[in-house]
Each structure stands twice: as structure tokens, then as C-alpha cells.
């Protein structure tokens, strides 16, 4: 009986580890001219010691959005817009205050350009870890 006790004690302790404390909001979804890739802009939570961060993933169209990181673009706080110049480039409009944890300049053959929401180009790498 002891022995049973002791295996369900750690069969249960293991699995608090294992749940998942963030969730992802979906907030807009874009779609390419040739429909075949989307962009996701998200907000994900991960509980109350962390800040929500708004996000961007580009995924194929038929994909869903994992509760996972964005795999395009991470920034703390901000506003994020996005255009569709053709189906391999996108275009993102961001917060020029925004903190930035991570910025691919490509994903799934898509060319991102990011650019301040008033016009201006931004050529400054992300300053931050990649742990938002």
C-alpha cells in the first residue's frame, strides 16, 4: 500500500509540471495574395509573473496556431500592423518604442521588411533576450 501511495505522490507531482501556463489570443489573420501562407498577429500570456507580449507567426494556410511562440516577430508591448506586398514579401508596421525580443528577416521563403508605424524604417536589431 505504501509503495502505491508513493507512485501516485509522484505520478501527480510530475504532472503539475507539465501544464502549460501560457495561452495565445488570436488578434488578426492575413493571408497572402496566392493564399497559400498566413500571418498571425497574437498576444500571449504566460500568467502573472510575465507580461503579455503581442506576436507574429507566419504559418502555412491550412495551420493552426500553436500555443507556442511567434516565429516572425516578439515585442513586449506596442501596436503591430502588417501588408502583404506579394506572397513572398511582408511588410511590418510596429511601436518605434516597442521593445523587441525577436526579428527574423525571413520565414517560410517570405522576405519581412519591418518599418516604424510612421513610414520610417527601423534598423536596429532586437536589444532584449529571446525569453519575453
Same mark, same amino acid.
Given at each position: ?5 508513493? *507512485?501516485? *505522490? ?6 503539475? @509540471?507539465? !501544464? ?8 488578426? =489573420?492575413?493571408?497572402?495574395? +496566392?493564399?497559400?501562407?498566413?500571418? #498571425? *498577429?497574437?498576444?500571449? /500570456?504566460?500568467?502573472?509573473? &510575465? ?10 494556410? /491550412?495551420?493552426?496556431?500553436?500555443? =507556442? +511562440? @511567434?516565429? &516572425?516577430?516578439?515585442? +513586449? /508591448?506596442? %501596436? ?8 513572398? =514579401?511582408? &511588410? #511590418?508596421?510596429? /511601436? *518605434? ?6 526579428? %527574423?528577416? %525571413?520565414?517560410? @521563403?517570405?522576405?519581412?521588411?519591418? !518599418? ?8 536596429? %536589431?532586437? #536589444?532584449?533576450?529571446? +525569453?519575453?
Amino acid at each position: 500500500m505504501c509503495r502505491l501511495s508513493i *507512485i501516485i *505522490i509522484i505520478l501527480t507531482a510530475g504532472s503539475c @509540471g507539465l !501544464k502549460d501556463v501560457c495561452s495565445n489570443e488570436v488578434i488578426e =489573420e492575413t493571408y497572402s495574395p +496566392n493564399k497559400a501562407l498566413k500571418a #498571425v *498577429i497574437f498576444s500571449r /500570456d504566460c500568467g502573472a509573473t &510575465t507580461s503579455a507580449s503581442t506576436q507574429l507567426s507566419i504559418l502555412k494556410a /491550412d495551420k493552426s496556431l500553436e500555443n =507556442e +511562440n @511567434g516565429n &516572425t516577430f516578439i515585442v +513586449n /508591448d506596442g %501596436q503591430i500592423e502588417i501588408e502583404w506586398r506579394s506572397s513572398t =514579401e511582408l &511588410t #511590418v508596421y510596429i /511601436d *518605434i518604442l516597442a521593445n523587441t525580443f525577436e526579428r %527574423q528577416d %525571413q520565414v517560410e @521563403g517570405v522576405r519581412i521588411t519591418y !518599418k516604424s508605424i510612421s513610414g520610417r524604417p527601423l534598423n536596429a %536589431q532586437p #536589444v532584449h533576450p529571446k +525569453n519575453p
